[in-house]
């Protein structure tokens, strides 16, 4: 898929959002389409799925997250960035638990949209053929040996540890939100706190300072993301 092929939909009701995007996504060599309401979003879906939707959870005739969850039972495979005020943590959870691949706050800088567009196409085709080893970086992650290694050397991890690890090179570069984790995990509802205490010591043997986190990158109030997998 090359970056001037792929076809975003903007899912917004504020004319100058649109605009914006817009201009901006079509100056990157995307090609961009439009929906002010949930309606015009559904409707484009259906009759040509586009690559990547960008989507505000606030429409004017009906909620985001519900567009969102018919999608990702429609539409699986098909990346949403959401865009949302930073302070709805409660909204943006909900809707990474039921498919989004990330979000965005307002007001959001183009070069990070970008970013994120790209790295959310590059998980979907890793989705689609998925390699054994995770490299990014100097970590590098055998998924089929169970064996991790920083620059070159191995690094010894609990079960526990690498289950957390695995969930995350899984989704490399896509935030995972605490219970979403837990669930992948624990199986079951658990206290976040045990995360928080595991994600600290697989910090401490896989990053160089730990409390400046290079690799797993803690999204306040939400979850967490690894590094985004080197490009091929």
Known sequence: MTTSAVRILVVDD?????????????????????????????????????????????????????????????????PVIILSSRTDEAGIVHALEHGADDYVAKPFGMRELVARIRVALRHKLQQQG??????TGELAVDLVRRIVRIAGQEVKLSPKEYDILRVLVQH????????????????????VQ??????????????????????????????????????A
């Open 14 to 78: 504020e004319p100058p959002i649109r605009k914006l995007l817009r201009l901006g996504l079509t100056a990157e060599g995307f090609a961009v389409s439009e929906a002010a309401n949930a309606r015009a979003a559904a409707e484009a879906v259906e009759t040509e799925p586009p690559d990547l939707i960008i989507l505000d959870l606030g429409l004017p005739d009906k909620p985001g997250h519900v567009l969102l969850e018919g999608w990702h039972a429609t539409h699986p495979a098909l």
């Open 194 to 231: 045990y995360l928080r205490v595991y994600i600290r010591q697989i910090r401490q043997k896989i990053e160089t300072v730990p409390d400046q986190p290079h690799y797993i990158i803690t999204e306040t109030g939400i979850g967490y993301r690894l590094r985004d997998a080197d490009p």
């Open 172 to 191: 490399a570069g896509k935030v995972l939100t605490h219970q979403y984790l837990l669930k992948e995990v624990w199986g079951a509802s658990a206290d």
């Open 130 to 135: 998925e390699k054994p080893i995770f490299q």
